[in-house]
């Protein structure tokens, strides 16, 4: 080991991060445009959630590596980053176990990715290397801005749509009496 | 004799869509090439201004000696940065 693995090591980890920061955007980007129909088409959606499920999957994997790489350099301190990174391990978990936790509560589970995000976010600008500079606060701003976007179509209180007319042999008329 | 001409697609016919694994694949490449491409530059950045920032951030706490010991070609002592 030289006198320049550890500012290697601490360079993969800072690398890796940042990579990691703006996968884990894209991923929730799919997931708000999933989930929100932005984008329709035949076979649309299932290529959405391909994406969404494939970059979630490489995200924990940069995590994990950014975490390694760290404890490699013999430092790494449990704190916003580490937690954020348990927290969206267990997250995505839960989509490979919702048929024995029933989808209603993967739902609301999944609801809590946001805050993941959130926790990330804060996790970059306030313990990053790079949190604070010019850079990366542009980059962070062009990553989560459609994501707020999005979200604020999301919330955003929708028309009723439209009931569809019922075929006339769905169910058979009550009989009179 | 000549060759039978190769096989067409069906006009109707829909392309295959890549696997879950074949996407994982792909994007895990892509990462990888974005995570060299950005280490590079932030070596390039630590050699262009003489890697001070990088060195000293990596240093652990514990590990700057105290004000007496300091000699003048000591390190400047470490700011404080959490993971």
């Known amino acids: 080991v030289t006198a320049a693995s550890p500012q290697i090591f601490w360079m993969a980890s800072r690398a890796l991060g940042i990579v990691a920061v703006v996968l884990l955007s894209i991923s929730v980007s799919l997931g708000l445009a999933m989930a929100g129909r932005l984008l329709r088409g035949p076979g649309r959606t299932a290529q959405l959630k391909r994406y969404h499920e494939a970059t979630t999957l490489v995200t924990l994997g940069l995590i994990a590596a950014h975490g390694g790489v760290l404890l490699l350099d013999g430092y790494l301190r449990p704190r916003l980053g580490v937690i954020g990174g348990w927290l969206a391990l267990i997250l995505t978990g839960s989509f490979y176990v919702r048929r024995w936790i029933g989808p209603k509560t993967w739902r609301w589970l999944h609801r809590w990715t946001l805050a993941v995000y959130v926790l990330a976010l804060a996790h970059v600008i306030g313990a990053g290397t790079d949190g604070r500079s010019p850079w990366m606060l542009a980059l962070l701003t062009a990553l989560v801005a459609p994501n707020v976007l999005a979200l604020a179509l999301r919330m955003l209180p929708t028309a009723p749509r439209p009931a569809r007319p019922r075929p006339p042999s769905a169910r058979p008329p009550a009989p009179a009496r | ?83």
Request: hydrophobic letters at 40%; charged letters at 15%; a positive charge.
């Open chain 2, 1 to 83: 004799m000549t060759s039978p001409p190769p096989a067409r697609p069906r006009p109707g016919a829909r392309a295959r869509r890549p696997s879950l694994p074949a996407t994982v694949l792909r994007v895990t490449s892509a990462a990888l090439v974005a995570t060299v491409l950005v280490w590079s530059a932030l070596f390039a950045n630590s050699l262009r201004t003489g890697g001070e920032p990088a060195a000293v951030l990596a240093q652990p706490f514990d590990r700057s000696a105290g004000p007496d010991d300091q000699s003048d070609t000591a390190p400047a002592p470490a700011t404080t940065h959490a993971s």
